[in-house]
């Protein structure tokens, strides 16, 4: 399933390379962060290789985030946390420092004053014609691999 291509999630996923486990199944590998932004700060991981979301046909993405969404409860219950945030990041403009897909799942605290979507951008006014015409492009782009690997028809 792991490929030998030098990457350190692959390697964690294998057992090469040690890591705090929480959850394991045939598809995703469960394991505390090194570096924690509260305890239980927890990765969640496909078993084979890709770099971005992109990359996973719908299925693959389906699996990762189900299971996910499954080791999830665990983490909010096992620390008790107040809320749980759900991060991913794909590309270094959105902070991907490792390139293997990754889900955050970070137990969250009232005490720390929630921070919404201001934690991760600062809300940004664009004129009405900008987000028409983005809309538009998204719109026109969705069922549209830019790999064209896969057409998707919802
Ligand atoms: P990202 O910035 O979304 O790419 O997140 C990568 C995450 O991987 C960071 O939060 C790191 O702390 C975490 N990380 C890096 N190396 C390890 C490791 N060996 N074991 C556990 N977590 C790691
Ligand atoms: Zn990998």
């Known amino acids: 399933m792991n490929e030998d291509n030098g990457c350190l ?19 995703v590998f469960a394991f505390l962060d090194i570096n924690p932004r509260n305890p239980g700060h927890t990765l969640v991981i496909p ?15 389906g699996e990762l985030f189900s299971r996910a969404k499954y080791v999830a409860n665990g983490v909010q219950k096992g620390t008790k946390s107040d809320g749980l945030s759900v991060v991913q990041s794909n590309g270094k403009a959105a902070g991907q420092v490792v390139t293997h897909v990754h889900v955050h ?50």
């Open 105 to 154: 799942l970070i137990p969250r605290y009232m005490s720390e004053g929630p921070v919404s979507l201001e934690g991760v951008l600062s809300v940004k006014k664009f004129p009405d014609e900008t987000l028409d015409s983005v809309a538009s492009s998204i719109k026109g782009s969705i069922g549209k691999s830019s790999e064209k690997k896969e057409e998707y028809d919802f």
């Open 9 to 27: 999630f692959c390697k964690i996923a294998s057992g090469e390379i040690p890591s705090k486990k929480v959850y394991e199944d045939e598809k």
């Open 47 to 61: 078993k084979k290789h890709f770099t971005t979301i992109s990359d996973m046909s719908e299925e693959e993405y």
